[in-house]
């Protein structure tokens, strides 16, 4: 039997080839389509990145154990590096999932949309970057290589608006966590009532809320939440808890969205409202809901900040959704300058108009998001 530093050394020697096969397997990819080779260049690298700060951690580990001749310390430090390790595995196969769903038809456009969507806002809120969204079991934004993980179960164009969520975190990680940022604010407003990780989940739809106005709360409000679900989970605040954010972020958008569109964004968010609220009493939830004063006043200080942090990238005019909607129906293609917000509203509006539609509706959109 070896000593406890042997084994740890082992340990470590382990975890360095996994991650020495890992990133050799992230060399030259491609998914066939030319037009994404720098997205997925981009992605590599990102997670070459995150390879080596792995293998600099273990080196540093070993560094230190040699050093000191004491192991305690060192195998707590492991625990640490070895579940970091795994995550970065994690976003490898995600990596590997979006390249072989490739070939699939209809797949391939929908990642595609996705790119493109989260590449808008890159651009709109000055930070402009190539995004190859990546597939996993369940949505999340993965910070470590700044990617966009979309769900397996979920690849049809009416979740689309998860991605944008997934941008949110990804925005608020990257932007809004400076110690006077405006995640850190809005997490530290409300920190007597809510935990810092469902603090952050209304966070991402309030970022989301702003970015594609009533497009996500139809998502959400619509497909997504249960109107019954009044309990929070230890990730995420409740359904009913997470429409009263969306629901007044977007009354507050409606007040500063562009004169000539606003009668129409207003009695949206009305219906939107009227809906949920009816829905909610159907499902047996009645009541009012009991939410904190300060959460309200939080969510407000939240939007007047993001207008004033990002204000190229607030949806506040319904024009260019309405001519999409007008395309879909009439079998047009992507209006002039309508962006991916636009589409998704637009989408949303022929939805409305045409119920019985809806795959038809969400192929078309696809196919404007793709539209160069
Ligand atoms: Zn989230």
């Not at 930070?127 to 949505?139: D, F, G, L, P």
């Not at 990002?310 to 999409?324: G, I, K, W």
Request: hydrophobic share 40%.
């Amino acid at each position: 039997m070896c000593n406890s530093g042997q084994m740890l050394r082992e340990h470590v020697a382990d975890l360095r080839r996994q991650l020495k096969g890992l990133g050799a397997r992230l060399s030259t990819r491609t998914d066939g389509d030319p037009l994404n080779a720098q997205r997925i260049s981009d992605a590599t690298q990102r997670l070459r990145n995150v390879c080596a700060i792995r293998e600099f951690e273990l080196t540093s580990l070993e560094t230190d154990l040699s050093r000191s001749g004491t192991v305690t310390d060192q195998w707590t430090r492991l625990v640490a590096i070895s579940q970091a390790c795994r995550a970065f595995a994690a976003d490898c196969l995600a990596l590997e999932q979006r390249l072989s769903l490739a070939a699939t038809p209809g797949v391939k456009d929908l990642c595609g949309a996705a790119d493109r969507i989260c590449e808008e806002f890159s651009n709109k809120i000055g930070q402009s970057r190539y995004h190859y969204a990546v597939v996993s079991e369940a949505e999340h934004f993965g910070a470590n290589a700044s990617a966009v993980h979309l769900s397996y179960a979920r690849l049809d164009p009416w979740h689309l608006s998860r991605a944008v969520h997934e941008f949110g975190h990804l925005w608020a990680e990257e932007f809004g966590s400076k110690p006077d940022g405006a995640q850190t604010n809005f997490t530290s407003a409300i920190e007597r009532s809510w935990e810092k990780a469902l603090a952050k989940e209304f966070f991402a739809d309030l970022v989301a809320t702003f970015l594609t106005g009533p497009a996500y709360a139809y998502s959400c409000l619509l497909l997504d939440f249960n109107p019954a679900d009044r309990v929070k989970s230890e990730t995420h605040p409740s359904a009913d808890e997470r429409a009263f954010a969306i629901l007044t972020a977007l009354d507050l958008l409606v007040s500063s969205s562009d004169e000539f569109t606003r009668p129409q964004m207003r009695v949206l968010a009305q219906q939107l409202r009227t809906f949920w609220n009816t829905a909610r009493t159907e499902a047996g939830a009645g009541g009012s809901l009991q939410i904190s004063i300060e959460l309200e006043s939080a969510i407000d200080i939240a939007i007047k900040r993001l207008a004033s942090d990002v204000p190229n990238a607030q949806y506040r005019d319904l024009s260019r959704a309405n001519a999409v909607a007008n395309n879909l129906a009439n079998g047009g293609g992507r209006p002039p300058d309508a962006s991916c917000a636009d589409i998704l509203n637009g989408a949303w509006l022929q939805r409305l108009n045409r119920p019985e539609e809806a795959v038809v509706i969400g192929k078309k959109a696809v196919s404007m998001f793709i539209t160069h």
